[in-house]
C-alpha cells in the first residue's frame, strides 16, 4: 500500500500561482510514476500532468504546458505540482496518484490521495 496526502491548496486570484505537495508513504516512493490529476464539479477526473520514478521524464496535459511544472524529490518521498499564470478554469480537487506503469490514463494508478482544492478566482 502507498498513502498519499495532499497539501497546498487554496483560493488565488488568476495570474498567481499555488505550489501543491504531495507526501508518500508505505511502500518505497521511488518505485512508482507519480501523477496529478484533477476533478472540477460535474466534470470527468482528468490527467494533468505525469513524473517517471526517477524524475527524468515528465508528460503535461495540454492546457497546463508551460504554465505547471512538476517535481520529485525521492529523498523525502514527496512530489510537487508548481502552478503558475493560474486561470479559473484551473479550478479543481486536485489529487496526486501513483502507478507502476508509466501513462496518463487513471485506470493505470494504483494509490490516490484524498484531493486538496484549488480556486482560482477571476
Known amino acids: 500500500q502507498v498513502q498519499l496526502v495532499e497539501s497546498g491548496g487554496g483560493l488565488v486570484q488568476a495570474g498567481g500561482s499555488l505550489r501543491l505537495s504531495c507526501a508518500a508513504s508505505g511502500r518505497t516512493f521511488s518505485n512508482y510514476h507519480m501523477g496529478w490529476f484533477r476533478q472540477a464539479p460535474g466534470k470527468v477526473r482528468e490527467f494533468v500532468v505525469g513524473i517517471s520514478r526517477s524524475g527524468g521524464s515528465t508528460y503535461y496535459a495540454d492546457s497546463v504546458k508551460g504554465r505547471f511544472t512538476i517535481s520529485r524529490d525521492n529523498a523525502k518521498n514527496t512530489v510537487y505540482l508548481q502552478m503558475n499564470s493560474l486561470k479559473p478554469e484551473d479550478t479543481a480537487n486536485y489529487y496526486c496518484?501513483?502507478?507502476?506503469?508509466?501513462?496518463?490514463?487513471?485506470?493505470?494508478?494504483?494509490?490516490w490521495g484524498q484531493g486538496t482544492q484549488v480556486t482560482v478566482s477571476s
Open positions: 496518484a501513483a502507478t507502476s506503469t508509466w501513462g496518463w490514463t487513471k485506470g493505470l494508478y494504483d494509490y
